[in-house]
């Protein structure tokens, strides 16, 4: 018999710390797993109504990250493949004829998808996310807007935005968006509002609650938080309209068959377990380095937003003095991704990729769980080494 409690709708009031423990559990009967299987199969026996029992639809594995995610923020969640997989199905819902409305400087694979609609014929604009009334400007057409009164209609331009493309903090800039505020602008267009919170997580933002439609997510990153795999996630709101963009997320998926593989959202599962004591080690370290960097002398510039875990720091000297330092590191380890329980330091431009806007000698930092003198004692040697050999 199944004993009632720690259901997934029993945790409705619980904190998120409670949450990612809790939520996802098989449910609790004599004898039954702690834990979801993994579960493999790529095909389910018939039912006698007719649907689908194919492995490509739907797995037993992702449900549980799935209802542990939407827990956390607030909605439904499709885990995907990998965080760009759950980009490329959330730039799908763009209404055709209608603008798509974009930082400057997103994630630069974001930023390249963008690229490629705009070389396909779409509208694409982009604006500084961190400029609030540039991005109300560029949102509503300014003069149009006043004219009818604060609102447009829909039929009226091709112009107008149909999708708000949302990440903040930007990676790697750190710029941070006034999500209310443009969340609430966007709508009152019938725009189609997507949010990137890989860098904040679900713990430090909840955009669906302010209103967006879709957040997405680099599960590789915090929520799995151990750097072994790669996985996306998409979340909408639970109200009819985040119902019919959860539909048609669910029915790209399945089509595009940008599925995960079961032991992988395993992973996962095990990973957003302790989703919340890393990320309070790991914020708490970034806040004692951002404030020692702050007066470093080889240190130009911290962009640290005041909260989470990634800082990146412009150093006195050219991309190769930062490029000599992320090399010096011994605790931290010159990579790129992050998130991870490990501190990673990156020089964002040794990347083709990466935009013109972001400076050559900065440095991205994703802060682990470390001791945070070990990490910087580790990074004031290697800041000296990059200092003293650049001049
Ligand atoms: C903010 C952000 N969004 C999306 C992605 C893409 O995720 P994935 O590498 O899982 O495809 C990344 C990867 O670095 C990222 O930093």
Redo the contacts with the bound molecule.
């Keep these: 018999m199944t004993e009632p409690s720690a259901a997934d709708s029993d945790l409705a009031t619980v904190a998120p710390a409670t949450l990612v423990v809790a939520a996802g559990r098989p449910p609790r009967s004599p004898g039954a797993p702690v834990n979801v299987p993994i579960e493999l199969s790529s095909t389910y026996a018939a039912l006698p109504e007719p649907s689908a029992g194919y492995g490509r639809g739907q797995n037993a594995t992702w449900s549980a990250f799935e209802s542990t995610l939407g827990a956390l923020e607030g909605g439904d969640t499709l885990v995907f493949a990998?965080?760009?997989?759950?980009?490329s199905a959330a730039l799908h819902l763009a209404p055709e004829g209608r603008a798509i409305l974009a930082p400057c400087t997103?994630?630069n694979?974001?930023g390249a998808c963008l690229d490629e609609l705009a070389a396909a014929g779409r509208r694409v604009i982009r604006v500084p996310i961190d400029d609030t009334a540039a991005v109300l400007e560029a949102l509503a057409g300014t003069a149009e807007l006043a004219d009818r009164g604060g609102r447009l209609d829909p039929s009226d331009s091709v112009d107008m935005v149909g999708l708000l493309w949302l990440?903040s903090p930007?990676?790697p800039l750190m710029e941070v968006a006034d999500l209310p505020v443009l969340i609430d602008a966007a709508r009152e267009l019938g725009a189609i509002v997507v949010c990137?919170n890989?860098?904040a997580t679900p713990l430090l933002q909840q955009p669906l609650a302010l209103g967006a439609d879709v957040v997405?997510?680099?599960?590789?990153?915090y929520l799995a938080g151990h750097s072994d795999v790669?996985?996306?996630a998409t979340v909408t709101r639970g109200d009819e309209a985040g119902r019919a963009l959860h539909e048609r997320l669910l029915t790209h998926r399945t089509r595009h068959g940008a599925i995960a593989g079961p032991f992988e959202v395993f992973l996962a599962l095990r990973g957003i377990r302790t989703l919340h004591v890393r990320f309070e080690r790991a914020c708490a370290n970034a806040a004692v380095l951002a404030r020692r960097l702050a007066t470093h002398p080889a240190v130009t510039r911290v962009r640290y937003p005041g909260s989470g875990a990634m800082l990146a720091i412009e150093i006195v000297g050219d991309g190769a003095a930062a490029e000599r330092v992320a090399a010096s590191c011994g605790v931290w380890l010159g990579a790129?991704?992050?998130g991870g329980v490990e501190s990673l330091i990156e020089r964002r431009r040794r990347y083709p990729g990466e935009s013109e806007l972001v400076p050559e000698a900065l440095l991205r930092l994703s802060v682990g769980i470390e001791d945070v003198d070990d990490l910087w004692q580790d990074l004031d040697r290697a800041l000296g080494v990059g200092f003293r050999t650049g001049h």
């Design positions: 990998s965080g760009m997989a759950a980009i997103p994630y694979t974001t990440e930007t990676n990137d890989t860098f997405v997510h680099s599960v590789t990153k790669l996985l996306g790129t991704s992050l």
